[in-house]
């Protein structure tokens, strides 16, 4: 098969064309009917040969016929879903029948969505809660309909009542300076709005990262704060100003322009800001919570490898990073992530595959993103969940430590980890594993943390 003129033979993952799909889809389905028709009992023959001959007419009618896919070098690898949407990941073989090097491709089995829908859901997701409509009571849709009526109503009488505000300390009734004061206002404040919507888009994210994102809050209202101060030396940009404060309305910094013109104003909201900032991270550090998210998921396991105990809830809760801000894609471990991001050899997958037969989940290590990936299978509950999540933080133990240990070896040397050593590592982690995970668990749960309300927001896809 041809790949598309745009792909790089280096990707770790290559989206098939809409012809190649379609090839490969109806490959599987004749190869499901063969199998149904080579069954052992006569009986049994004859009813898969009546179910696979609808597979073999609707191959027909597309202008598909099973042997066009018969000499071909693809090979299923797995299969991967998402919230109903479903792909599978196929490799190529050379004539030797190895898999060749970062062929994996993959073949959506969904059809896409018309422009129109992804715009749709697309809102639907900033509108309504995430899980709707399952997430919600039935009073919710009619609750919900009356609060939009209610805020309509209510911003329009804030129109009247700020240009009647305006009006009152003076400005000119008859021109048409009020009404333009007024609209600007509330552009203002429905920028705001629009803020608040982008910041709660977040969603369960608060309650996984909850000092995080209360920290983060406060960091960017100290910011809009600056931003609304600027608007005394730029009166001319007031309306931009004003809708980038209240959209951010969370942090610390002014322009150099303030701190030229208002000096003294500078520094009174330059120590007002240090003693606003310091407050509210004293504020969340003083919080002692006892579940684990992944930051103290994270605090855990590295004391438990290094001392072999779990730290207290007040030691754990003071080593949690409040920095580590869920929007950022810099964490060492990936917990519920796609195939296509974990593995970029199907070699790499297949050599590790039987280590993971009894589990409901596949760590693996990624050297050119110098990530640790936890894949979770579709069986998954929650403990398996909770041990993937030690496995992926054991196995990344493992690599820092042999990162260590050869580093000046290495330098020396110009050598270069090998998959082999990573095959070795994801091994070694998974003997490990199966000794420690239990005494982990009983360990924390001395200690009071609440193993069972683990909350490390795993990412939704799962292999089949």
């Not at 998402?82 to 190895?98: H, L, P």
Request: charged letters at 20%.
């Amino acid at each position: 098969m041809k790949q598309s003129p745009n792909s790089t033979s280096t990707s770790a993952a290559q989206t098939l064309t809409s012809q190649e799909s379609r090839l490969l889809v109806r490959e599987t389905l004749r190869i499901s009917a063969s199998l149904a028709s080579n069954a052992g009992l006569s009986s049994s023959t004859g009813i898969h040969e009546g179910a696979a001959i609808p597979l073999m007419d609707e191959n027909r009618r597309m202008g598909l016929v099973g042997d066009e896919f018969r000499d071909s070098s693809l090979k299923l690898i797995c299969c991967e879903e998402i919230d109903g949407r479903r792909w599978k990941y196929v490799a190529e073989k050379d004539s030797f029948g190895n898999f060749k090097n970062n062929s994996i491709r993959t073949v959506s089995l969904h059809t896409p969505q018309a422009p129109l829908d992804e715009l749709m859901s697309f809102v639907r997701s900033y509108v309504v809660p995430e899980g709707f409509p399952e997430s919600v009571t039935p009073s919710y849709v009619p609750y919900m309909t009356w609060r939009a009526l209610k805020h309509f109503f209510g911003g329009a009488m804030g129109v009247f009542t700020t240009q009647t505000l305006l009006n009152s300390v003076g400005i000119s009734r008859n021109s048409a300076t009020p009404g333009a004061v007024a609209i600007n206002w509330i552009l203002k404040d429905g920028a705001g709005r629009v803020g608040k919507m982008l910041f709660s888009r977040q969603g369960n994210k608060f309650d996984y990262d909850l000092k995080q994102l209360r920290f983060a809050g406060d960091l960017l209202m100290e910011l809009g704060a600056g931003v609304e101060l600027a608007t005394a030396s730029v009166p001319h940009l007031f309306l931009p100003l004003a809708c980038a404060a209240n959209v951010l309305k969370l942090g610390t910094g002014l322009s150099i322009l303030i701190s030229k013109k208002n000096p003294s104003l500078v520094t009174t909201f330059s120590l007002l800001s240090c003693g606003y900032v310091f407050s509210s991270y004293r504020e969340v550090r003083s919080v002692v919570l006892h579940t684990l998210n992944r930051a103290r998921f994270s605090v855990a396991v590295e004391s438990f490898l290094k001392t072999g105990q779990v730290p207290s809830l007040q030691e754990g809760n003071m080593q949690e990073k409040i920095f580590s801000f869920p929007w950022l894609k810099d964490r060492p471990v990936i917990l519920g992530s796609r195939f296509r991001d974990a593995f970029q050899d199907p070699g790499a997958f297949l050599a590790i595959e039987s280590l993971f037969e009894k589990e409901r989940y596949i760590v693996t290590y990624n050297p050119s993103k110098g990530k640790v990936y936890a894949l979770l299978k579709d069986q998954a509950k929650s403990d398996d969940i909770l041990k993937a999540a030690f496995h992926a933080h054991v196995l990344l133990h493992f690599i820092h430590s042999a990162d260590n240990s050869l580093s000046s070896r290495s330098q020396q040397e110009h050598l270069m980890p090998a998959a082999t050593d990573f095959e070795l590592h994801i091994a070694e982690s998974c003997k490990m594993v199966s000794t420690s995970y239990r005494h982990f668990k009983n360990n924390a749960a001395e200690q009071g943390w609440r193993m069972s309300d683990s909350l490390l927001n795993p990412g939704r896809a799962r292999l089949h």
